[in-house]
């Protein structure tokens, strides 16, 4: 068990800068999730943790030893890969006590281990076949039990889920999520997949072009994002970004959206964007703040409306899609309230669940 | 063999059977050829005027002048040892050589590999005039030496070939995995790759073997006494003497030469048809 620390890693392929510059902590028994979308890095560090990639520059650290040279199969950790990569000519058995057999470990402490392995991911039936004969959950579990039975300082997934089909991701999240409650360990999870980083980790990282946007708990990520591009890729469905300016309106200040709609800024928040009046900015509100009008609950909902142009039912709300300014924006409503398409609908906007982004430097204000 | 939905035996006489058959003939028919041959009298066996597939009188001789006046059974074994050396060596350097080319990423891979293949493409017609320099120079004229030593330059090429695209069909998630698990380079080849590998060196060795089993140029070149000769070069030196081809005994050890080929293959078609498709499926 222990911590892994970060240190401004950096990897390059010939001209490609792939990770550029990466520091992070990561506390015992963490479970941490790199995100991001394809080509961001998230795999390039995951590999250079496990000591598959060399290091271009910087430093890992796991526990108080630095691995930068430390070869794979001595830095005490175990790798879960997307496609499983069991041995195919192994029993499941064989495959969990392979890490053990060439570490010499007595037989008997072997077989303990993979039986307490097995138990806890209930593959225990399954020890004799091979992996052909297994199906995809049951693969994972094996990969899984492969990790365990090591009982490293610290496990990596390299998008573990992403070989399953959407039920059985659903369901062996929540196993992993078990698992880890059972297991203490440090976890360094890989996905491109939001909600799975959401569900699973104790703190999110999201990358984007080699580098960090913002680190934090999930529900951190999810209130107050820091970037435009972590607002838009955490939460679904996205946020919208409506182009406004900040205008002076009345004794306080207002949001522009359009030429018909003024959203009024609380008093509460006018202070922020004060310095602000009249550049162009970026307006960002999640579908499920912009709802159909309701009672307000605070002094910062504010109503509009609008001409509904697609409505998309998903049994518990119903996405109704508006166009503000050229701008296609997604609210989140109750069934029963929404209207028909090409007719007005009145809507309730939470400001204080909305944010300014700057587009010049993509930063929310 | 089930018939599909709306398919005619006609159909699958027209598409299938016959086009096997034809095959079959073709192919076997030279082993028949070769076997009428050796158990024919030499008085049927000049006579223009009988059947040539029909044999009124079969008879042995062939066979027995065959073993007991030539130095068959001496030739057998030469190509034997010679056959199953040159292809140990050249599987052992292949699986080296295929493995570094397909999974090591160093400066000139590329071009290394490359090389290895150009190699396979330079003719032994011309190769086998300097190789008599080099085997002179190394004191191995006259000895099956001189073949273990030759085969190998048109064997590791092609066994390099044939094995780099091998292991290319092998994930590579295997290999780090294993190197995590707490694997060495090393072991995770020899613990993971090449256990996978198996149908792929089986096909490799097999072609390997054939192929020093029917070599002709080098072992006629390089060998001039009768005892160290192979079974290609000893039949037909020892059997045709100036124009006069013993055809009855040239024909029997043709038939015995190639059985053992046959009996290879046939042992390990199921691991070659698999090791010529490829893949390791997880």
Redesign the interface.
Known sequence: MAQILLKDLRKTYDQTEAVRGINLDIEHNEFVVLVGPSGCGKTTTLRMI???EEITDGVILIGDRVINNV???D?D???V?????????MTVEENMS??LR??KVPRDEIGRRVSHAAGILNIGELLQRR??QLSGGQ?QRVAMG?AIV?NPQAFLFDEPLSNLDAKLRVQMRTEIKKIHQRVQTTVVYVTHDQVEAMTLADRIVVMNHGIIEQVGTPQEMYEAPLTRFVAGFIGSPAMNFIPCRVVNAGSGLGVRLSDDITLALPDVQADRYRGHVDRPLIFGIRPEHMTEQRQHTNAQQIDFSCTVSVLEPMGVDTMVFVEIDGTEVTARAAPRSVSPVGAEMAFTIDMNNMHLIDPETDRVI | MNAMVGETYVRRLVIFYIPLFMFVFVMLFPFAWMLITSIKPDAELYNPRISPFIVREPTLEHWESLFGTTLFIRWAINTLWVAIASTAVSLFAGVLAGYALSRLVFRGSTLFGIMIFVTYLVPPTLLFIPLTGVVTWMGLQDTTWSLIFTYPTFLVPFCTWLLMGYFQTIPKELEECARIDGATRLQAMSRIVIPLAVPGILSAGIFAFTLSWNEFLYALVFIHSPENKTIPVGVTSELIKGDVFFWGALMAGALFGSVPVAVVYSFFVEHYVSGMTGAVKG
């Open positions: 496990a000591g598959l070869p794979p199969k830095r950790i175990a790798m890969f997307q496609n499983y990569a069991l041995y195919p000519h392979f890490g060439l570490r992996p052909k693969r492969r090591r």
